[in-house]
């Protein structure tokens, strides 16, 4: 049974900082795209930022414009997961932060198609105080 589980997300004052780890369990994703999405209380969720495979050990990062310059995400395949490393944060990054995984995020980057990324961790909430 395949599982993502987060951890690291908290409670901090704007212009703090949080890095959420995601640790997959059951199969091996080092060559899949993995990522990150949230939602905020009545809001839909959206990309916050994802990674796909190159080739060898390089991947890729990708990001939403509205986190781009603060938050950072990269692979740990000795994690066999992901973490995002959040700077500078804002009361408007508050939200349920989820962890995902499978062949393309850009169904989910895009528009609202998941597909791409079947599986999915519970969340970790972050609360940014103002």
């Known amino acids: 049974q395949v599982q993502l589980v987060e951890s690291g997300g908290g409670l901090v004052q704007t212009g703090g900082s949080l890095r959420l780890s995601c640790a997959a369990s059951g199969r091996t994703f080092t060559r899949d795209a993995m990522g990150w999405f949230r939602q905020a209380p009545g809001k839909e969720r959206e990309f916050v930022a994802g990674?796909?495979?190159?080739?060898?050990?390089?991947?890729?990062?990708d990001y939403a414009d509205s986190v781009k310059g603060r938050f950072t995400i990269a692979r740990d395949n000795a994690l066999n997961g992901v973490w995002l490393q959040m700077n500078s944060l804002r009361p408007e990054d508050t939200g349920v932060y989820y962890c995902a995984a499978g062949t393309s995020y850009g169904g989910g980057r895009y528009g609202d198609d998941t597909s791409g990324m079947p599986y999915w961790g519970k969340g970790t909430l972050v609360t940014v105080s103002a």
């Open positions: 990674t796909t495979w190159g080739t060898g050990t390089t991947y890729y990062a």
